[in-house]
């Protein structure tokens, strides 16, 4: 992605493996329009907003849709600054997706952790 970097956020949550995950979303400027990158495995996404909150909304939406779920994020660089974990992390709430069927491997699975979670 070319452009003027303007920041980074660490985003992290659960894809749609239940698997957690953390990776770098980097916004860069271009041509009036702020850019958002992000890479996970074999995905990779690009959005576009007026402004950084829009391209990170627009990659948090389409993250979403494809089944990822707790997602947060928080920012990791200003301009050429480090922030490191000082800044606070921006929780974004799950999609409304249909009940699930019983049935199936992540089904199953999601049940067994509900019950865990439920002694603990």
Known sequence: MA?????????AGMDEH???FSRQVELAQQDCVVRASFRYETLALESAGVDSAAALAAIIQSLQKRGYRQ??????????????????WVDYADAESPPEA???????????????MRRS
């Open 18 to 20: 239940e698997r957690g």
């Open 71 to 88: 997602l947060r994020t928080r920012l990791t660089f200003l301009g050429g600054a480090y922030l490191g974990n000082r800044e606070l």
């Open 102 to 116: 019983p049935g199936g491997w992540t089904w199953l699975v999601r049940r067994i952790r509900q019950a865990f």
């Open 3 to 11: 452009g003027a970097f303007l920041e980074k956020h660490l985003l």
